[in-house]
């Protein structure tokens, strides 16, 4: 009973460990060329057989272009932010923070978007307005952007005529592995949206951490992960339970190798 209590644990706490969202794009894919960053699903519908696209989305095009889609009231724009190694040089940030780390690390506090600082002292920074100034840019339209593996990129939808301090969405995107016209894959986190989408229903919300709330889980396109949480609990507790009917099975064949060796004995 308390080896499947300490299963049920575990799975518990390996699935709160995944969150972000990660997801593969296909420029000859009638759904997946497409993703909603609101929901995380394809960024198409289709009606009677004829497409439409959902207003919050980007999609890879056969000449290996992203391009951002919008409404027609609203406004695009992105910033290529360099690699984490570009990233930790930049802005000097300690030794002891894992390259890997620090895109995750890239969030809002105290309505200032910040970056790790140090992982013993657990510090951050704000990065400078002038460095990202442009994502607040609401008058230029920039859709378009040949992605770069392992670039880290801010990309922001604005409402016209709304103050540019305001976000319809932004979005974080790091581009883990692109192939020129064919397969984009992106690890992505919602940072802001508009007070009419609540953060319940995105697929992948990072909550500011000065609420004292960490990130939520999302669902990772194509991956274990996008199943229901149940269904991934049960599938963890299924494997550590093999587990440990396996070592129970050795343990008792050991002890009966004994007790027959005593009895020649």
């Given at each position: 009973m308390?080896?499947?209590?300490?299963?049920?644990?575990?799975?518990?706490?390996?699935?709160?460990?995944?969150?972000?969202?990660?997801?593969?794009l296909y420029a000859g894919d009638p759904l997946y060329h497409t993703l909603d960053f609101l929901d995380g699903s394809a960024g198409i519908n289709y009606d009677h057989?004829?497409?439409?696209?959902?207003?919050?989305?980007?999609?890879?095009?056969k000449s290996g272009l992203l391009n951002m889609k919008h409404g027609n009231d609203q406004?695009?724009?992105?910033?290529?932010?360099?690699?984490?190694?570009?990233?930790?040089?930049?802005?000097?940030?300690n030794w002891d923070v894992p390259q890997q780390s620090v895109y995750y690390g890239i969030h809002f506090k105290d309505d200032y978007l910040v970056l790790p600082k140090g992982l013993a002292d657990k510090t951050w920074q704000p990065f400078p307005l002038r460095d990202i100034e442009p994502i607040h840019n609401n008058q230029t339209?920039?859709?378009?952007?040949?992605?770069?593996?392992?670039?880290?990129?801010?990309?922001?939808i604005h409402d016209k005529g709304k103050v540019n301090t305001n976000f319809a969405l932004l979005v974080k995107v790091l581009v883990?592995?692109?192939?020129?016209?064919?397969?984009?894959?992106?690890?992505?986190?919602t940072l802001r949206a508009d007070q009419t989408t609540g953060a319940s229903t995105m697929a992948c919300w990072v909550s500011d951490s000065s609420s004292g709330a960490?990130?939520?889980?999302?669902?990772?396109?194509?991956?274990?992960?996008?199943?229901?949480?149940?269904?991934?609990?049960?599938?963890?507790?299924?494997?550590?339970?093999?587990?440990?009917?396996?070592?129970?099975?050795?343990?008792?064949?050991?002890?009966?190798?004994?007790?027959?060796?005593?009895?020649?004995?």
């Open positions: 308390k080896l499947y209590l300490g299963a049920f644990l575990l799975a518990l706490i390996v699935l709160e460990v995944q969150s972000s969202c990660m997801t593969s057989y004829l497409p439409s696209y959902k207003a919050s989305n980007i999609a890879l095009d406004t695009s724009i992105w910033l290529d932010l360099g690699t984490s190694e570009d990233l930790i040089k930049r802005y000097k940030i339209d920039s859709r378009s952007f040949l992605p770069k593996a392992n670039h880290i990129y801010l990309l922001a883990l592995e692109y192939i020129e016209g064919s397969r984009v894959t992106l690890r992505w986190d960490a990130p939520g889980p999302g669902p990772s396109d194509k991956t274990f992960y996008n199943a229901p949480k149940w269904v991934r609990a049960c599938i963890i507790i299924l494997f550590v339970a093999v587990g440990v009917l396996l070592v129970a099975v050795i343990a008792m064949g050991i002890r009966m190798s004994k007790r027959h060796d005593y009895r020649e004995i």
